[in-house]
């Protein structure tokens, strides 16, 4: 079984409490003996899919599988080609180099509803919604990326794992894959 779950802000990917503020899985009723397939961090929104099967873990995240999430990253400033550039070519953090990936300016800018609590708005510092397709999901990865050339991310979603889509699930909600949907995650990656 799988479950596409919309995550909302403020809630860890995991069952269990950390002793922070963070809301956690345990609240929305999922089936038991489901886990998280990946992880978003509590600050970032958005698709994570959880299964009761293990195989789903390898098949989905580990890069040589190719299976691209896609993230739309709300970023300071406006970035120039050459910044897309770099973080296309891979840039380094905590010393590790980043696999090449997809990163362009989402046009038209997507009209995203409000998060609660907003997010920090600067009035001299224009922002827009950047997308980024990567094939690994190091810690933070895509919020280290923007930084690193310049444009911190000020809200993070993640809209696609491999084929699979957020659509128009509601944040908080879930539901379960059908056949057809499953299918779709086995089909061959998109390419990065």
């Known amino acids: 079984m799988i479950?596409?779950?919309?995550?909302?802000?403020?809630?860890?990917s995991q069952f269990t409490p950390d002793g922070s503020s963070n809301r956690t899985l345990a609240e929305f009723n999922f089936p038991?003996?489901?886990?998280?397939?990946?992880?978003?961090?509590?600050?970032?929104?958005?698709?994570?899919?959880?299964?009761?099967?293990?195989?789903?873990n390898e098949r989905l995240?580990?890069?040589?599988?190719?299976?691209?999430?896609?993230?739309?990253?709300?970023?300071?400033?406006?970035?120039?080609a050459n910044s897309l550039s770099q973080l296309a070519r891979g840039v380094v953090i905590q010393g590790h180099s980043t696999l090449p990936c997809r990163a362009r300016i989402l046009n038209p800018q997507p009209i995203v509803a409000e998060r609660i609590p907003p997010i920090r708005v600067r009035k001299n510092i224009p922002d827009c919604w950047i997308e980024?397709?990567?094939?690994?999901?190091?810690n933070r990865q895509v919020r280290?990326?923007?930084?690193?050339?310049g444009?911190?991310?000020?809200?993070?979603?993640?809209?696609?794992?491999?084929?699979f889509p957020l659509g128009a699930l509601v944040s908080g909600q879930w539901v379960r894959l059908d056949a057809a949907q499953e299918i779709l995650l086995e089909q061959s990656p998109l390419q990065c």
């Open 132 to 138: 980024l397709a990567l094939v690994e999901g190091k």
């Open 32 to 56: 038991k003996a489901v886990y998280p397939i990946g992880r978003l961090d509590a600050d970032s929104e958005g698709l994570l899919l959880l299964s009761d099967e293990a195989r789903w």
């Open 151 to 163: 444009h911190p991310t000020l809200r993070l979603v993640r809209v696609q794992m491999g084929r």
């Open 144 to 149: 280290r990326m923007t930084a690193t050339i």
């Open 3 to 12: 479950l596409a779950f919309h995550k909302p802000y403020g809630v860890l």
């Open 61 to 80: 995240l580990h890069p040589t599988q190719g299976h691209e999430r896609i993230y739309h990253a709300q970023v300071e400033r406006i970035p120039t």
